[in-house]
């Protein structure tokens, strides 16, 4: 009768520990939730909070059974032993997979990255639609989705964060004058963050950083615009565009020509 009361005492016991539990991360998640801005940080926070959860659930019913095991008279030492041996067989074949969730759970402790995001990861680029303890799944530009194990991801190139730079260079000839070019370049920037469609995604001045080369027929001047990220390509397009257009009213001969450089 006692082993009876002690196995009752025991299950309720570990009943109020997971509900304990399960409030305590309910209450820790609320906390969170409040205090983030970005909505995007929701997912992760699902995330951690069911890896959590379902952690402490098997850890207090293993618990749990054992104790009740050992009321009953049945010893759980051959049982742990046989687990153990068990346990080292499977962790072999399974080192992939712990690997993979370790590291999914790291990258989310961290924020290296969150859904909606363009990153390159494990020599793939893409916008990341989902990411889970086991893989992260992300779109290219053709539209192929690939499924990258966490595991084997060692650096996160994220381009998704804070700002970008767009970066353009331009040939002028070397019998130009370089300040009239500078002079069109910093009037086009200005007149970009004045205009509603690409104001807003532009941060701040043009940024000219001079003479990057220079060739027998052409000298390259490169500038650069610090904008909100993924917006390098279209600021840059719309730049290049009012340069040449710039460039071609000038009555003096045309001043320039445009190279395309990286985005």
Same mark, same amino acid.
């Given at each position: ?39 995007? !940080? ?42 153990? #041996? ?11 997979? #712990? ?40 779109? !290219?530009? !053709? ?50 963050? =004045? ?17 990057? =080369? ?16 993924? =917006? ?32």
């Amino acid at each position: 009768m006692a082993s009876v009361l002690h196995i009752i005492l025991i299950w309720l016991l570990a009943g109020i520990l997971l509900l304990v539990t399960n409030n305590a991360l309910q209450v820790f998640r609320r906390y969170v939730v409040g205090r983030i801005a970005n909505p995007s !940080d929701y997912r992760r926070i699902d995330t951690l909070s069911g890896v959590f959860r379902h952690a402490a659930v098997f850890i207090i019913i293993g618990v749990a059974l054992m104790l009740s095991l050992t009321e009953i008279g049945i010893s759980i030492t051959p049982m742990l032993a046989t687990a153990g #041996v068990a346990g080292i067989a499977v962790g072999f074949g399974a080192q992939s997979l #712990v690997r993979d969730f370790f590291s999914g759970l790291f990258l989310l402790i961290e924020n290296q990255v969150s859904e909606g995001e363009m990153i390159e990861a494990a020599g793939k680029t893409g916008y990341v639609e989902e990411v889970t303890l086991r893989h992260i799944r992300m779109r !290219d530009d !053709d539209g192929s989705v690939h499924f990258i194990p966490n595991g084997i991801i060692t650096t996160v190139t994220n381009r998704s964060r804070e700002y970008a730079f767009a970066v353009i260079d331009i040939n002028v000839r070397r019998r130009e004058n370089l300040d009239r070019a500078f002079a069109v370049m910093r009037d086009v920037g200005n007149g970009m963050r =004045k205009d509603p469609l690409f104001g807003p995604d532009i941060l701040d001045d043009i940024d000219i950083a001079g003479v990057e =080369k220079v060739d027998d027929a052409s000298v390259t001047v490169r500038c650069r615009l610090k904008v909100m990220p993924l =917006k390098q390509g279209p600021v840059r397009r719309e730049f290049l565009r009012r340069v040449q257009s710039a460039l071609d009213a000038l009555p003096a001969e045309r001043t320039a020509d445009i190279d395309s450089p990286q985005e």
